[in-house]
């Protein structure tokens, strides 16, 4: 947040100096030559902190955000996976959204959700089930 914050100041900095001052060549000059590295360098550092996704592996999967692993789960743990699929309509004849999820019940009474941004969950969905199953 105060990544995001320091990289956008310099825009509301330009737009203020050139309301005060009536002239937009400073605020100008901020926007083209102080704005661009700051901004790049923005995306980069948040892009490098939040790359994470979902790894399956043989023995299990994780969801990983950057450093950090919220979900660990052993394929034992996995009592049965739930994929749920909503299309909204406009009139009944335009389709203008589409949501999914994909929910794994584990044995321990625990519900992981997952939404679409790792891979297509239906896909998902039948990788983790096919896996949950015993031999």
């Not at 049965?80 to 044995?107: D, G, H, M, Q």
Request: aromatic share 16%; net charge negative.
């Amino acid at each position: 947040m105060i990544g995001t914050f320091f990289a956008f100041a310099p825009l509301a900095g330009a737009l203020a100096l050139g309301i005060r001052e009536g002239d937009l060549t400073g605020a100008l000059a901020i926007v083209l030559f102080v704005w661009p590295p700051l901004f790049l360098w923005w995306c980069v550092s948040t892009r490098k902190r939040l790359d994470g996704g979902l790894y399956v592996f043989t023995g299990g999967f994780a969801e990983v955000y950057g450093t950090k692993v919220p979900h660990a789960i052993t394929w034992a743990e996995v009592r049965s996976v739930r994929y749920e699929s909503t299309e909204y309509w406009f009139n009944y004849v335009v389709p203008f959204a589409y949501a999914a999820k994909c929910a794994i019940e584990l044995r321990d009474g625990g519900v992981i959700e997952f939404d679409g941004t790792y891979r297509t969950l239906q896909r998902l969905a039948e990788d983790l089930h096919a896996r949950s199953e015993p031999s």
